[in-house]
């Protein structure tokens, strides 16, 4: 199981928000850059980048900062996700370095988009999932649907997609811990791999997830706990490496 850190950008810093809110930021650095180098001399074998001012603008804001560190960092794999509304978007952060796109708000209001990407795309579409009570919310989380999640896993598991990213709102940025029990049980229900995100405090919580990982779990992603200093990026991917494999 990976260890997965997360960068989120606003207004050009590394920030992170609780639940999703964009006026509850701490702001942790002035250079992204400078802290995906931090991770990488950590041992991170992927990272996870999100633009937050594209989640609520509905295209990309910070995509020159995520340009340079996939130009600083051509062999490390990176996830991308924000404000990617359409293949032209996909295409621009493929063609710079990025490894795979996250479609979230848009894979909902428009599942078809999930299909045709994976198709012109293959092996590099995440489709992120975040969910209040089993129920997918979108729009930056500001709006919480009626659809079930293990019901739009289903569907974009069918589409091709190379990962399902499910975060418990409730949880992110709250270092409460992981929805451990949901985020099994969508892994169990679908065939493509699920990636953990949200709530992640500790060591214990890596151990935790390790414990259900079988069950098709194949990444954590951590923020606020690797920033705040109650996780140490080496020891739980050392911990994940030892229990997962």
């Known amino acids: 199981m990976l260890l997965i850190p997360a960068i989120?950008?606003?207004?050009?810093?590394?920030?992170?928000?609780?639940?999703?809110?964009?006026?509850?930021?701490?702001?942790?650095?002035?250079?992204?850059?400078?802290?995906?180098?931090?991770?990488?001399?950590?041992?991170?074998?992927?990272?996870?980048?999100?633009?937050?001012?594209?989640?609520?603008?509905?295209?990309?804001?910070?995509?020159?900062?995520?340009?340079?560190?996939?130009?600083?960092?051509?062999?490390?794999?990176?996830?991308?996700?924000?404000?990617?509304?359409?293949?032209?978007?996909?295409?621009?952060?493929?063609t710079v370095g990025?490894?795979?796109?996250?479609?979230?708000?848009?894979?909902?209001?428009?599942?078809?988009?999930?299909?045709?990407?994976?198709?012109?795309?293959?092996?590099?579409?995440?489709?992120?999932?975040?969910?209040?009570?089993?129920?997918?919310?979108?729009?930056?989380?500001?709006?919480?649907t009626e659809h079930p999640v293990t019901e739009l896993a289903r569907r974009f598991e069918q589409d091709g997609v190379s990962a399902i990213v499910y975060t418990d709102i409730a949880r992110d940025g709250m270092l409460t811990g992981p929805n451990v029990a949901a985020t099994a049980a969508l892994a169990s229900a679908i065939s493509v791999p699920v990636i953990a995100s949200g709530g992640i405090t500790d060591i214990d919580d890596i151990s935790a997830l390790c414990e259900v990982a079988g069950a098709g779990i194949m990444g954590a992603i951590t923020g606020r706990a690797l920033y705040e200093g109650t996780l140490d990026f080496a020891q739980g991917q050392k911990l994940a490496d030892r229990m997962c494999g």
């Open 8 to 94: 989120d950008l606003k207004n050009g810093r590394c920030v992170r928000l609780r639940q999703g809110r964009m006026d509850d930021e701490t702001i942790f650095s002035d250079d992204p850059l400078d802290v995906a180098g931090r991770w990488v001399a950590a041992g991170a074998r992927r990272l996870h980048l999100v633009d937050l001012n594209g989640a609520f603008a509905g295209k990309p804001v910070n995509g020159d900062i995520i340009s340079q560190i996939a130009a600083a960092f051509p062999d490390l794999p990176i996830q991308v996700g924000g404000g990617i509304r359409d293949e032209e978007t996909m295409a621009a952060y493929l």
């Open 98 to 144: 990025v490894k795979y796109v996250i479609i979230g708000t848009q894979a909902v209001k428009e599942p078809d988009l999930v299909g045709q990407a994976c198709k012109n795309f293959p092996g590099q579409v995440i489709v992120g999932l975040d969910a209040y009570d089993g129920r997918v919310a979108i729009d930056g989380w500001a709006t919480v």
